[in-house]
């Protein structure tokens, strides 16, 4: 586990967001700080996805606030986000089909100039998942799920980011592989990467995380230390299926 400051990286204030004419998110507050593994847990349809499109302005928020280093991102795009240090490994993974692993990686360094370190990150990328280093110059778009989901990793990882958003990483991965992605969210972690990781499995997501949020019908209903959360009744009961 990282050593956490008090200083709080990403801050959401209020947040209301319409989606398909539905009101998805409706009045919505959390902030993570930097150091800190937090995760969002809910069930399907809670909101928890929506935020995240909110917070990287893929959806306008109708109110609230969202602030980043200490200022209003509400509305930036995802590129001046990135810049800033904000990246997102959304659901779906969203890979390059028709480019290499190692092209998708390179994109993830597209806002760098600094080529020397760029093949450091990529080494150190190709460390963290083994696997990406022996299928370099395969195309993304014939790999398995589960190694799509590997490669959107750690093409956020070579923006460098300062917060990793993380949205439903696990999604209809095989076991095997979940366990492995899990392992890896821990890692980044621990190399002092800020993570709010967005997942379904909320028996995964509070095990690896330092503080948890409750998330239903569009608002935070409880937050907590995650290893208290785990052992909290009515989190088993309505969110561990125990």
Known sequence: MTMQSNTVLLKVSGLKVAYGGIQAVKGADFEVREGELVTLIGSNGAGK????????????????TIEYLGQNIAGKGAWDLVKQGLAMVPEGRGVFARMTITENLQMGAYIRRDK??????????????????????????????????????????MSRP??????????????????????????????????????????????????????????????GNAKEMLNDPKVREAYLGE
């Open 162 to 223: 300062k917060v990793l958003l993380l949205d439903e990483p696990s999604m209809g991965l095989s076991p095997i592989m979940v366990a492995k992605i899990f392992e890896v969210v821990r890692d980044v972690s621990a190399q002092g990467v800020t993570v709010l990781l967005v997942e379904q499995n909320a028996k995964l997501a509070l095990q690896a995380a330092d503080r948890g949020y409750v998330m239903d019908s569009g608002i935070i209903t409880m937050s």
């Open 49 to 64: 996805t929506t935020t995240m499109k909110a917070i990287t302005g893929s959806l306008a928020a109708a109110a609230g």
């Open 116 to 157: 020397a370190e760029i093949a450091n990150d990529m080494d150190k990328v190709f460390g963290i998942f083994p696997r990406l280093k022996e299928r370099k110059d395969q195309l993304a778009g014939t790999m398995s799920g589960g190694e799509q989901q590997m490669l959107a990793m750690g093409r956020a990882l």
